[in-house]
């Protein structure tokens, strides 16, 4: 062996080594951040407000109709029930809820300052994911967010990778053919990335 060849085998043992290495720390994928689950300014309960009251995502989460994506909602929107809506004895829960959290929300929101909310569901910048398009074709939100209205806390629920949207998109292509109609969603490079 020439020492060119014996330096190329040692860089790919060691670079072999070194994966093995890290895989056994973590069997995660690259950008895969299933379980993130940061604190937030306040805590806000979606088995709560998704969960017990029903509230559909579309009316927090208007942006995903009709962008790319969701958003994070403005205080305006907690505001819209926490200042009419009242408690059992008939107090507007904005004005006089005795809860911190809603009083934090409260002087935040009459202050102007608004929450530096943490962004938990991130993807790399070179995938684009139309929240739109999944929405106007009926994708339920829980398919990519899991079970939402079940979270105290809301955490990344699935790794949201190439791997299980391919899947989705396969297997949506294949109930659109045995229906008989043509497949929908795309397979191709070029629709997640440009």
Known sequence: MNLRTVAITGAVALGASLMIFALSLDTRLLGDQSGYKPA??????????????????????????????AGIPPLSTCMKCHETVTNKAGTPLGKSDPSPE???????????????????????????????????AGVACQSCHGEVQGMERVEQAKALT?????????EENQKQQLAGRLPQAPADCSACHH
């Open 102 to 136: 809603i009083q934090k929300l409260r002087e935040t929101y009459t202050s102007g300052r608004g929450f530096e909310w943490v962004r938990i569901h991130r993807l790399p910048a070179y995938v684009e994911f139309p929240h739109s398009r999944h929405i106007q």
């Open 162 to 170: 190439m791997g299980e949207c391919l899947t989705c998109h396969r």
């Open 40 to 69: 937030q300014p306040i805590p806000y309960s979606h088995a709560l407000h998704a969960g017990e009251l029903k509230i559909d995502c579309l009316f927090c989460h208007t942006a995903a109709e009709t962008s790319r994506h």
